[in-house]
């Protein structure tokens, strides 16, 4: 019944490790997004997908790559990972580009040692 | 540069109050402006939204007021209740990019 679920919801890792965030929606949402949220709970978006096109693509390093095999699906594989890189990474989907709400996932935290 | 900022920073309620969060934008490009409310541990969740051609909606305890000539808006909770204790974030979209506030910490003591 889950609409947006993530795996796994807690990563625990060391630093120069490579690890992925998997994302699956089942509201049939055409978009998908992630967006990462620091420790003072700012959220910030990084990537967003439409029908496995990729739309939006902010200034995030080029360790963090997503990937959407199919509408349903957007995963978040990060390389080398760094200390900073820790947070809690959301995956979002909505439909007809968000002009109806986005619906957000319950978040992975990661955290990086 | 931040494009939507939210104000008070945290927010104390006596229950039964009216708790009110604003929020200021700066892109006039921007044509939908949600609320999410998000609790400890759980994404944030669509509350309610507004598009700039109406200065007002109503649901239930919620309302979103809208002035598009100040480039704000803000959310008015009635009656509140503890169960709303939570992190307020409004947020402004373009393009399929829905871009948040830093929040707020909403709490309301019985």
Not at chain 1, 8 to 29: A, F, R
Not at chain 1, 56 to 79: G, Q, Y
Not at chain 1, 82 to 104: I, K, N, P, W
């Amino acid at each position: 019944d889950t609409a947006v679920s993530q795996t796994p919801k807690y990563l625990v890792t060391q630093m120069g490790n490579d690890k992925s965030i998997k994302c699956e929606q089942n509201l049939g949402h055409d978009t998908m997004y992630w967006y990462k949220q620091d420790s003072k709970k700012f959220l910030k978006i990084m990537f967003s997908y439409n029908n496995k096109e990729l739309i939006i693509n902010e200034t995030v390093p080029n360790r963090f790559s997503p990937k959407s095999p199919d509408k349903a699906h957007l995963n978040l594989h990060i390389n080398s990972l760094e200390l900073g890189d820790s947070a809690v990474y959301f995956c979002a989907s909505s439909q007809d580009r968000g002009y109806y709400g986005y619906t957000f996932g319950s978040g992975t935290r990661l955290t990086v040692v | 540069q931040q494009q939507v900022k939210q104000s008070p920073q945290s927010l104390i309620v006596q229950k039964g109050g009216i708790s009110i969060i604003n929020c200021a934008y700066e892109n006039t490009a921007f044509d939908y402006f949600p609320w999410y409310q998000q609790f400890p541990g759980k994404g944030p969740a669509l509350l309610i939204a507004i598009r700039p051609d109406v200065s007002e909606k109503k649901e239930g305890r919620f309302t979103i007021s809208f002035n598009k000539s100040a480039k704000q808006f803000s959310l008015h909770i009635m009656d509140s209740q503890p169960g709303d204790s939570a992190t307020y974030f409004c947020a402004a979209s373009i393009n399929s990019k829905l871009t948040f506030g830093k929040g707020i910490t909403l709490s309301v003591r019985p």
